[in-house]
């Protein structure tokens, strides 16, 4: 019996779709998901080629690819080999085969003996490796060294090659039908009557309708077999009408006569639709090409640094987390990581839209997919594989896609009735075709061309191809959306929230300022400082110790060291105990510190001697987290949109007031906590306002989570990008105004797809009905109607944040 992997409420499978024509047949999959047992919700992404489907309870991923395949498609397969350890017996071979074959989505499992290498074969990129080698431990084995795994690969490449190699042969096919259309057109005609007989149409045209023709047949069988209709069926209907009713005048044609036939309808229709369709293909692989741009990023190899320091080359899928990596100059950097030794110039503006390299250093972190321009780096992995940010970004931009917001949600129920009204036009021109002709031959050709002129397709491709693009061109600029409704929301934002620590500021604070109150200087103040704060992971520490190493002070020895909880800390320095602290800790030492504004909208760190001869006062530390670089910029950006900025932050009303000004809000609430901020965000949306908030840590996940659009920060915390929506990868509050300019852009392109989508066929069909367009140059139209959708689509990959990237200071 197989295992079951998603077993849970809320438990998901991603799978790859194959054999999916057109969006229409997307639309019938997933309704064919949605009603299969044990299925909550399906989604299916036309552009993409992806499905994700929910499940409660007990539901098999095989059962699920075996509903795709009952509703005529088909689950792309993958291939992974592995080493076996040790080597296996017959007996042990047999238990390790049926081991890796009882997993949930594997489809086949052989063995080589000689080379001790296992290959299986698994649904693309829904078995996890941790099954397989669980399974391979359970059965007394281990699996090592998957060195030649096989990917599903760039399969958008392979299915434009076979399209294009169908429509050549087609095209080539149809053209003797072209040149004698062309050689009798009436006033130009250069020979008289026919030039191919009627049996030679019949040759070319058979090929043309049942062999480049049978994916259209294939099609409509599978739709109409699942109770759905598509493009298919209106092609097949068209075509088989137009091609059966020639050879009925071919075969009741008596001897010697010369009549006309429509074997170059059916030809020209088929030609024409795989033309479109090639054309549709080749666009629609610019739409999905921020993904693919993402995933050319993976180095496939990586130079790992041994304890002997030998330096070997290791295969990527191959590493662990603590592996150390060497990355020179001209290379991908392959793991997240911490940098142990080195400096180099890194660029990462694939990941984050940062155009300007970044300086990396130790104690710096790098990420996998970014470049090391030039420079030596050491490296330590801290995640590898999949849990990379590369592969994050990768899984957030896919998935995003297969969520459907309600625009697209509406264009698939008018899909559904969409169909069969073509169908019920082209019967009714075919019934009353003989009130407006006297030869039933023109309300046939009349009736052909109503089914082969509408289009669902431009209706179902005019949602999903803009999103996808749109979703792609954030992604590059360092947006990534993880749910793709959010772009919709983002549309009718009024409001936009800021939390202050992290956001608006840098949420790392720096000495700002140094006021000594002893004859040893600022200098002393600072060493001592710093070296009582060593080893703290504060943030007020970090500020201490960096400034005294951008000033080259050293360290000194300190014993006897004590954290006093939310005071301070104290410590021996050079043999005489100081407190390092709030004012209060010193005056309870009997030191007095003076009274001061703390207008400067910072924190102030008191040092004192409490022993010996140099016992008082030392040195005042101002503290302040700084502005992030462009923050009013960002700010003003928002008010010039019409927006609405507010700050929400738990600092006082003196610091928040000041950095509220600094920055141009004139509303904020200061001494806010988690709750207040979920408060004041749900009495906005009360109002009827979208409102969005921009956060960075873990008590903004409440304010984020309530929020019409939540925007997390990429520099902060986990939990912070889980809850939001949308993470800018590059902190830069901009990013902000960015987003909701590229959600706008985004669904006016959608506007003007549905609108001549609509348009399209509301004028094409009354005119194919009354006979002004012959079957060829309807099938035409019909195809040029989606290539317009996508290639009007892809002009949002011109689209930029409006504003030059900026490297914030270190």
């Known amino acids: 019996m197989a295992v079951v992997v998603n077993a849970t409420a809320g438990a998901h499978f991603n799978i790859i779709v194959e ?53 005529g498609f088909d689950v792309a397969l993958e291939t992974r080999q592995f080493k076996v350890e040790p080597q296996p017996d017959a007996l042990a071979q047999k238990r390790l085969i049926a081991a890796i074959s009882d997993i949930d989505g594997v489809a086949g499992v052989t063995f080589d003996p000689l080379s001790r290498r296992v290959e299986v074969k698994a649904v693309a990129q829904a078995v996890p490796l941790r099954s397989l080698k669980q399974a391979a431990r359970l059965a007394g084995a281990t699996l090592t060294q998957s060195d030649a795994e096989q990917a599903v690969g760039d399969r958008s490449q392979a299915k434009l090659d076979r399209l294009r190699r169908l429509t050549l042969v087609s095209v080539l096919l149809w053209l003797p039908f072209l040149l004698s259309m062309l050689l009798t057109i009436p006033g130009i005609a250069v020979i008289d009557g026919p030039l191919l007989p009627g049996f030679v149409q019949l040759a070319l045209a058979t090929p043309i309708q049942f062999v480049l023709g049978a994916r259209f047949y294939r099609g409509a069988y599978s739709a109409l077999r699942n109770g759905g209709a598509n493009m298919d069926v209106l092609v097949v209907l068209g075509t088989t009408v137009a091609y059966l009713f020639s050879l009925y005048l071919l075969v009741t044609a008596p001897s010697g006569t010369e009549r006309h036939f429509y074997f170059d309808a059916s030809a020209a229709i088929i030609t024409l639709v795989l033309v479109g369709k090639f054309m549709e293909a080749h666009a629609n692989r610019g739409t999905v090409y921020e993904i693919r741009r993402l995933a050319g990023l993976r180095p496939a190899k990586a130079l790992l640094r041994m304890s002997d320091g030998k330096i070997i080359e290791r295969d990527v899928k191959n590493l662990k987390v603590g592996d150390v990596l060497v990355s020179r100059a001209g290379r991908s ?26 300086v990396k250093r130790k104690g710096d972190s790098v990420a996998a997919g970014s470049i090391n321009i030039d420079g030596f ?46 169908i019920a036009c082209s019967a009714l021109t075919l019934g009353l075709g003989h009130f407006f002709w006297d030869s039933p031959e023109m309300a046939i050709l009349s ?53 202050k620590t992290g956001t608006l500021t840098a949420g790392k604070p720096v000495l700002r300022s140094t006021e000594s109150y002893s004859p040893a200087g600022k200098g002393r103040a600072l060493e001592i400082a710093a070296s009582l704060q060593k080893g703290s992971e504060h943030p007020i ?26 005071e301070g800390v104290e410590g021996l320095v050079d043999g005489v105990r100081h407190l390092l602290g709030k004012a209060s800790l010193l005056e309870s030492e009997g ?121 997390a920060m990429g520099s902060g915390t986990d939990v912070a990008m889980e809850t939001a929506a949308i993470t800018l990868v590059n902190p830069d509050p901009r990013l902000v105004g960015a987003t909701i300019r590229i959600a706008q852009r985004t669904f006016a392109k959608i506007r003007q797809n549905l ?54 200071p270190r």
């Open 333 to 358: 950097i392959a793991a997240d990581g911490v940098v142990i030794e080195g400096r180099a110039e890194v660029d990462e503006s694939a990941l984050t839209g940062e155009s300007i390299p970044a």
């Open 377 to 422: 780096l050491a490296i330590k992995t801290m995640a590898v594989g999949s849990e990379t940010t590369l592969e994050r970004m990768i899984r957030i931009v896919e998935e995003a896609q297969l969520v459907k917001p309600a625009t697209q949600r509406l264009v698939d129920r008018v899909s559904q009735i969409f169909v069969p009204f073509v």
């Open 591 to 711: 030191i007095k510190t003076p009274e001061r504004s703390l207008e400067f909208g910072g924190t102030e760190i008191w040092l004192a001697a409490v022993e010996g001869q140099g016992r008082g006062l030392l040195a005042r530390f101002e503290i302040v987290d700084m502005l992030r670089p462009r923050a009013a910029e960002a700010v003003r950006g928002l008010k010039e949109a019409g927006i609405v900025p507010l700050m929400l932050s738990g600092d006082s009303e003196i610091v928040v007031g000041k950095m509220a000004g600094e920055v141009g809000i004139d509303l904020y609430h200061a001494n806010t906590r988690p709750e207040d901020k979920s408060r004041i965000i749900a009495e906005l949306e009360e109002g009827g306002q979208g409102v969005a908030m921009v956060g960075d840590g873990i008590n903004d996940a409440p304010a984020l989570a309530q929020a019409s659009l939540g925007i």
């Open 755 to 808: 609108f001549w989508a609509f348009i399209y066929n509301v004028v094409a069909l009354p005119a194919a009905a009354f006979g002004y367009l012959s079957p060829g140059v309807a099938a035409a139209a019909m195809a040029l109607s989606s290539v317009s959708v996508v290639v009007n689509s892809l002009t949002l990959r011109m689209w930029k944040p409006g504003f030059k990237s900026l490297v914030e």
């Open 447 to 499: 009736a052909v061309s109503v089914l082969v002129i509408a289009c669902p397709c431009a209706l179902g491709l005019a949602t999903p191809t803009a999103l996808t693009v749109g979703s792609g061109a954030a992604a590059r600029a360092g947006i990534l959306v993880r749910d793709i409704s959010a772009l919709e929301r983002a549309v009718r934002i009024s409001h936009v929230v800021f939390d």
């Open 19 to 71: 054999g999916m024509s057109c969006a229409a047949c997307a639309t019938r999959l997933e309704r064919v998901l949605s009603n299969a047992e044990g299925v909550v919700e399906a989604s299916v992404n036309f552009p993409l080629e992806r499905a994700r489907i929910y499940v409660n309870g007990p539901t098999l991923l095989n059962q699920i690819v075996e509903t795709v395949r009952k509703a």
């Open 541 to 566: 520490a970090a500020a201490l110790r960096n400034a005294a190493q951008e000033q080259g002070i050293a360290e000194l020895p300190v014993s006897g060291f004590r954290n006093l909880v939310a």
